[in-house]
């Protein structure tokens, strides 16, 4: 689950991270009101949307004069967010960080995440911040420091050490140990809070010289939701892909993809499997779906009509092996969600195991227009000759 911006920078706040003054707003008019009370300027007006690279994006603004806030503030609300990490068509902005703006004399990067080769927390520090920390692993590895954090010890004040020494030309004393205090602070927070990411970029010196985080990402692993009951109040629904939001509520174990190839399959490791194959294949999958060993019809229905709602499915692959759900239970469902939806792109079966017969009778005597496969291996291609 990730976090907004303005969440975690509250987080920072709570833990001692410095963080810049702020405000969240919901439209100009509080915008104008905000601008009041906050130091400036400048002012820097951020969308708070999931996704990042929003600088690159016109997503963060420093504005020099106040009346300017509330402008930028209204034009953002109203027009959606096209980052390098949103779909061309931008997303949706509906709040907005108000914040005091900060003189910049240097920019770090900081980031704390699980490096799963050695299967511990790993710091990540680079003195080339500000920029995307990919662009900088592609072009100057060298700038990119890590340090492996055994759990039984936790975060030595050595390897804090050994990051911010390597920095050059090396900061101010002063600036070191703020340097290394954000570090501790991070590492307590990842593992108080179950986080799967936490990052920082940039993380500035101030012409002042003080440390402070500009940007913060928090991102927490779904699975300790159960005992982060606080944080997981903080999800922002409006965030979540609409199709993987529906997914939810009907119980539905579905992740939304880049490709073109709908797929309905059976149990996790069949849709993995199904993923490869249609790559192999030479397309692009548009979705990972397990609708479950025990699916009912019901169920079936909801996965279905969940891939006829994506734009982008040109065509559709079901892939299943009836072991617990039965093929006929299966071709049920098929059919009573396309009853309810209009099919307009080509559909390949694959089905075997149990009622596998009945299954494919009750497909046949329907009204639907759909292509058998024989085996795993020819319902991708089948499918990749249709998109
Ligand atoms: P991101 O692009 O989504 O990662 O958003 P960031 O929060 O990192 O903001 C993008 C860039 O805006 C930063 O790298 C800074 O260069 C700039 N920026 C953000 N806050 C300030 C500020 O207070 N003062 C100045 N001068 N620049 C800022
Ligand atoms: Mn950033």
Redesign the pocket.
């Known amino acids: 689950m990730k976090l907004h ?1 303005y969440q975690s920078k509250e987080i920072f706040r709570k833990s001692g991270i410095p963080v ?1 003054a702020g405000k969240l707003v919901h439209s100009a008019d509080e915008a104008g009101e905000a601008v009041e009370s906050i130091n400036g300027p ?1 002012w ?1 007006v ?1 969308a708070q949307v999931h996704a ?5 994006g016109g ?2 603004k ?1 504005v020099q004069e106040p009346a300017e806030v509330s402008i930028v503030t209204h034009t953002l609300l109203n027009s959606p967010l096209v ?1 390098p990490q949103t779909t061309p068509e931008g997303v949706a902005i509906n709040q907005i960080l108000i ?6 004399e240097r ?1 770090f990067y900081l980031g704390m995440t699980v490096d799963r080769s050695v299967g511990m927390p790993t710091m990540i520090f680079s003195q080339a911040g ?2 995307s920390i990919e662009e900088v692993a592609a072009t100057t590895p060298h700038l990119i420091k890590k340090e492996v954090v055994n759990p039984a010890t936790g975060w030595m004040p050595f390897q804090a050490r050994n990051l911010v020494f390597a920095v050059e030309p090396l900061p101010a004393p002063e600036t070191l140990r703020g340097l290394t205090s954000v570090m501790q602070k991070i590492y307590r927070l990842f593992l108080d809070l179950d986080c799967s990411l936490v990052e920082i ?2 993380l500035v010196i101030t012409r002042s010289g003080d440390v402070v985080a ?2 913060a990402k928090i991102t927490i692993d779904d699975n300790a939701l159960f005992r982060q009951k606080d944080l997981a109040s903080l999800e922002d629904p409006k965030e979540k892909d609409p199709l993987e939001r529906m997914a939810d509520e009907y119980n539905l174990n579905y992740i939304r993809l880049d490709g073109n190839v709908g797929a309905m399959v059976n149990g996790a490791g069949l849709a993995m499997a199904t993923m490869d194959v249609i790559k192999l294949a030479g397309a692009e999958p548009a979705n990972f779906l397990d609708v479950g060993g025990g699916a009912t019809e019901d169920m079936i229905t909801k996965g279905f009509e969940i891939i006829l709602k994506d734009a982008r499915v040109k065509a559709i692959l079901i892939n299943i092996f009836g072991g617990i759900l039965r093929c006929d239970v299966l071709a049920r469902g098929v059919i009573e969600a396309a009853r309810k939806n209009e099919i307009k792109v080509p559909l390949i079966v694959r089905l075997e195991g149990t009622n596998v017969e009945q299954g494919r009778m009750i497909l046949a005597e329907s009204e639907l227009e759909f292509l058998v496969a024989k085996d795993l291996g020819e319902a991708a291609q089948l499918v990749a000759k249709q998109v």
């Open positions: 911006e810049p400048p820097v951020k990042g690279g929003r600088g690159k997503g963060v420093v980052t914040e005091e703006g900060v003189e910049i920019e500000g920029m970029n940039p500009l940007d």
